[in-house]
Structures are given as structure tokens and as C-alpha cells.
């Protein structure tokens, strides 16, 4: 059985040849991954369309298709996504594990912090597109005008729409992960952040603005907690400058 790429040390040499052969198993390790993921999520999808259909008024029912393949793909489209999920952990730590000989080990360490806290942004970015967005959203849309239309919704419309809620809010809550990752960059700095407070709030709410969700309801639904992560990101990053003696110490008292 052929062994798992191995991660080079600090400061360990190697040629280009080398560099090259231990990138190719990672990315076959990644492969890997995504099919085992693929696979597990195609076993369970029938529960996996169940989950996504909840959100679904009474009155609307179940998606329709409207073409032979249409059930075929929509289910393969589903299945890719979830394994893209579930493949995440393992394709993050073959990427970090290419890269990690470039940082020294303590420098590694909050790496790793912000990894795991990057990774629960992320799940908890879906929790809330799943529980709080997305039934907003379906709610006000699929409700809109009901008595002059017959709603029915396509199975491939419904569906790319929903798994583009849950990606987005995952995504957008990692703006925390951003926001201290320039800071401690040194491209932004807490002075900054607080003396342009207003100018952020305006960019989240166009970001707001631009997620999946059109309507104004679902918009401000995402958008609140965008504004309570950006204000988190701040005091975050006051602490973070505090605490490392290379940066500058910020005062939690400065307007």
C-alpha cells in the first residue's frame, strides 16, 4: 500500500522534482477524498433532498423536473456538493501540509488556530443559511403573489438555489478570518478598522446586498450577522495586536 505524502519539515531542502511528486499525491489524496465523499453523499441524498426540501411551504410541494436527465443530474450536482463538504478537512490539511515547511513551528501553531476557527465559521455559517436564511428566503418567495401564480418550483433551479444560500453564508462567515488575517499581515490595522467603522458597514450591506436572496428580508436577515461579525473582527483584533509584541498594541478604549 502505497504511504500518504510526507510532510517536509522546516526548513528542509528539497529539489523541484521532489516538490512536484509530493504535490501530485496530494492532489490524488484530494481526488481520493472528493470520491469517497461523493460516494457517501449519493448513498444517503434521498435523506439529503428530504433535508433540503423542509424549508418548502405546504402549498408548493415537491421540485418537478421538466426534462429525462434532469433527476439523473440534479441528484449527481447534490451528491458532488456534499462530497466537496466532506472532502473539505482532508483538502485543506493536504494543503496546508505542502505549505507548512515554509512557516516556522511556532508561527505553525496559530496557523492551526485559524484553521479550526476558520472551519467553525464555516459550519456555523451553514447552520444559520439552513435554520435562518434559507427559510426566510423560501418563505417570502415562494409566498409572493401565491394567489396570482401557480407556483411550482424546477428541482434544478430549487436546488442549485438553496446549496448557493448555504455556500454563500458559510463563505461570508469568514469574514472574521479575513479581516485578522490583514491585520496581522500588517495591510490593515485596528486604527483603521474603527476610524472607518461606517465605510465597512456600507461595504457588508452591499455584500449583503449581493447574496443569494433577493428579497429584502432574506437581505437583511444575512446581512445583521455580517455587521456583528465585522464589529467581532474588530475587538479581535485588538486583543490579537495586544498580545503580539510585533504589532501595535491597540487600546480597546480608543473610539
Known amino acids: 500500500m502505497k504511504r500518504l505524502p510526507r510532510r517536509l519539515g522546516h526548513g528542509e531542502e528539497a529539489t523541484l522534482v521532489e516538490h512536484l511528486e509530493e504535490l501530485r499525491q496530494r492532489i490524488f489524496v484530494c481526488l481520493g477524498a472528493l470520491l469517497v465523499g461523493f460516494i457517501a453523499t449519493y448513498t444517503i441524498h434521498r435523506h439529503l433532498l428530504h433535508w433540503l426540501n423542509r424549508p418548502l411551504p405546504a402549498h408548493v410541494g415537491k421540485p418537478i423536473t421538466l426534462s429525462v436527465a434532469e433527476p439523473f443530474l440534479t441528484v449527481m450536482k447534490i451528491s458532488l456538493f456534499g462530497g466537496l463538504v466532506l472532502a473539505a478537512p482532508v483538502i485543506l490539511w493536504q494543503f496546508w501540509g505542502f505549505f507548512a515547511p515554509a512557516v516556522d ?10 484553521v479550526f ?9 451553514i447552520v444559520f443559511g439552513y435554520f435562518v436564511a434559507l427559510p426566510a428566503a423560501v418563505h417570502y418567495l ?3 403573489d401565491s394567489k396570482e401564480f401557480n407556483i411550482q418550483l424546477r428541482a434544478k433551479d430549487y ?13 461570508v ?3 472574521p478570518v479575513f479581516v485578522l488575517s490583514l491585520v496581522r499581515l500588517g495591510i490593515l490595522s485596528t486604527r483603521q478598522l474603527r476610524s472607518n467603522r461606517r465605510m465597512g458597514y456600507f461595504v457588508i450591506a452591499c455584500v449583503g446586498v449581493a447574496l443569494p436572496g433577493i ?3 432574506t437581505t437583511v436577515i444575512e446581512t445583521v450577522p455580517l455587521w456583528v461579525l465585522y464589529e467581532g473582527s474588530i475587538w479581535l483584533s485588538v486583543l490579537m495586536e495586544r498580545r503580539s509584541p510585533q504589532m501595535e498594541p491597540a487600546s480597546l478604549s480608543e473610539p
Request: no cysteine; glycine share 8%.
Open 159 to 171: 436546488y442549485s438555489f438553496t446549496t448557493m444560500v448555504l455556500l454563500a453564508m458559510g463563505i
Open 142 to 144: 415562494t409566498n409572493y
Open 117 to 125: 476557527f476558520a472551519a467553525a465559521l464555516l459550519a456555523g455559517g
Open 215 to 217: 428579497d429584502p428580508i
Open 105 to 114: 513551528q511556532r508561527q505553525e501553531r496559530r496557523v492551526r488556530y485559524f
Open 173 to 175: 462567515f469568514e469574514l
